[in-house]
Structures are given as C-alpha cells and as structure tokens.
C-alpha cells in the first residue's frame, strides 16, 4: 500500500478454492502511470487524483500483501474487477 492511503474493503479469497487470502482495496490520491511511451498519455504518466488499487495477499503468509493492480477510477470498478478475478468465492469482511 502506498503512503497516505486508506484500505477502503478488506476480503477473503480461497485460492484454488482452498487456501485462505487477504485482498484488500485502498484509495489513494495518485494514479500512477505504465510510463511506457507507447501507452497513451493519460495513462502513461503519473497524474494527482482519487482512484483505487487492490492488493492480493500472499497464498503462504497471511497479511503480507505481494501484488496490486493499476488504479480504478471508481471503488465500484475495483470491487467488480476484485471479484472477477480470483475465481473463488470472495467474502468481503469490511
């Protein structure tokens, strides 16, 4: 998670419908950019701005979060994208 952001919703996932996983969706005030110069420009550089990133937490150790996702302009777009993509059943705890 990045400085100066708010966990929004914290969940559990079961990967490969059996393991336990921490996800969790916070909102920062930054959407960073791909910086790659083929992209265009609106997501290629870095811009101020509320948006929403997930983070999937380790299969092996509970609360330690490994990777995230580019932002989300809304947390409705977060939750849906969330959903999707663990295949499993996602409870939402907050």
């Known amino acids: 998670m990045f400085p100066n952001s708010e ?9 490969a419908n059996e393991v336990p996983t921490d996800i969790r969706i916070f909102k920062h005030n930054m959407k960073y950019g791909t910086g790659d ?5 609106e997501i290629q550089n870095d811009s101020e701005g509320e948006c929403y990133y997930i ?3 380790s299969t092996s150790e509970r609360g330690k979060f490994v990777a995230s996702t580019n932002y989300f302009l809304t947390l409705e777009e977060a939750v849906k ?4 993509s663990v295949n499993s059943k996602l409870d939402w705890i907050s």
């Open 7 to 15: 966990v929004i919703k914290q969940g559990i996932f079961y990967y």
């Open 37 to 41: 110069y083929q992209d265009e420009e």
């Open 55 to 57: 983070e999937y937490g």
């Open 81 to 84: 994208y969330a959903e999707k």
